[in-house]
């Protein structure tokens, strides 16, 4: 009888310390968010601190580099610049419409004869896959144009060969001519 006894006395002593764990969990968890909400660090004073400082003098000088975009944009003006200076009437579809301009980057118009050009500005020791040609020579027979090809690098073997076979005009290393 006395074990039986023993027994019942362990149900409700471990239900009353089941509870005591989870008012223990519950009291930890509430300490550990009052702590953390309390003491957490605030970043926000960086921000502040640096709106408040005024920049350095020379900061305004040095030149910022070049996005790879900004310069396939200049070189594509610069292209159409000298087009323009020839008598081209020139659309710029790459400044335009960006990646999705087709392999085209160039419009060109002159005495009802139309051209497309497509400028890629690489770093010298790059090199051109036929697939640029393709693409440009697709456009250009879907609309009775000229193809044109204009890169800062080497065309591959295969590029030139596919140019030649597809009447595209190529200018490799081709680049851009600085006053001094």
């Not at 223990?24 to 003491?39: P, Q, V």
Request: aromatic content about 14%.
């Amino acid at each position: 009888m006395k074990s039986v006894f023993i027994g019942l006395l362990s149900v409700p002593a471990m239900f009353v310390l089941g509870i005591g764990f989870l008012f223990l969990g519950a009291l930890t968890i509430s300490a550990f968010f009052y702590i953390y909400n309390k003491f957490k660090f605030d970043f926000s004073y960086k921000k502040k601190k640096e709106q408040q400082q005024p920049a350095a003098a020379n900061d305004n000088l040095l030149p910022k580099p070049k996005t790879n975009k900004q310069k396939g944009d200049e070189y594509e003006r610069y292209i159409g610049k000298r087009y323009e200076n020839k008598g081209y009437r020139v659309e710029y579809t790459g400044l335009k419409k960006g990646k999705a301009d087709g392999g085209v980057d160039l419009i060109l118009n002159k005495d009802n004869q139309t051209c497309f050009v497509q400028c890629k500005n690489w770093k010298e020791t790059a090199i051109i896959r036929e697939k640029y040609i393709y693409q440009l020579a697709g456009a250009a027979a879907q609309h009775k144009a000229k193809g044109i090809f204009y890169c800062t690098c080497r065309l591959s073997r295969e590029a030139k060969s596919a140019a030649r076979d597809l009447n595209i005009q190529t200018y490799e290393n081709f680049k851009i001519l600085r006053r001094q």
